[in-house]
């Protein structure tokens, strides 16, 4: 079965920064495309980036390019999105998914994911 577990979310000032994790379970972390997402009150939820796990491939979203950055961890089947010089407009819930196969040059698409996890709170506020 597989399970998405996300964590390290909270309360940070602007400027602040963030690491979120991505705990993966049932399948093989080095098979997958791993996203991060974020869903604002009122708005759609969003592509924030996404990692191929077996070559490394990543994407970011415009609004996040220079700031933050996925990476991975095999060995322990998760994926990190390390979140600096975070701004009042990256609070949002953010949540990992997963899919088997999927490019990477569609990889910020929410619609392409099968599994979702249940997503953690970030919050950026003075």
């Known amino acids: 079965q597989v399970q998405l577990v996300e964590s390290g979310g909270g309360l940070v000032q602007p400027g602040g920064s963030l690491r979120l994790s991505c705990a993966a379970s049932?399948?093989?972390?080095?098979?997958?495309?791993i996203g991060w997402f974020r869903q604002a009150p009122g708005k759609e939820r969003e592509g924030v980036s996404c990692i191929r796990s077996s070559d490394g491939s990543t994407s970011y979203v415009d609004s996040v390019k220079g700031r933050f950055t996925i990476s991975k961890d095999n060995a322990k089947n998760t994926v990190y999105l390390q979140m600096n010089s975070l701004k009042p407009d990256d609070t949002a819930v953010y949540y990992c998914?997963?899919?088997?196969?999927?490019?990477?040059?569609?990889?910020?698409?929410?619609?392409?994911?099968?599994?979702w996890g249940q997503g953690t709170q970030v919050t950026v506020s003075s």
């Open positions: 049932g399948f093989p972390l080095d098979s997958y495309v």
């Open positions: 998914a997963a899919d088997l196969g999927l490019p990477v040059s569609i990889c910020l698409r929410p619609r392409f994911y099968d599994h």
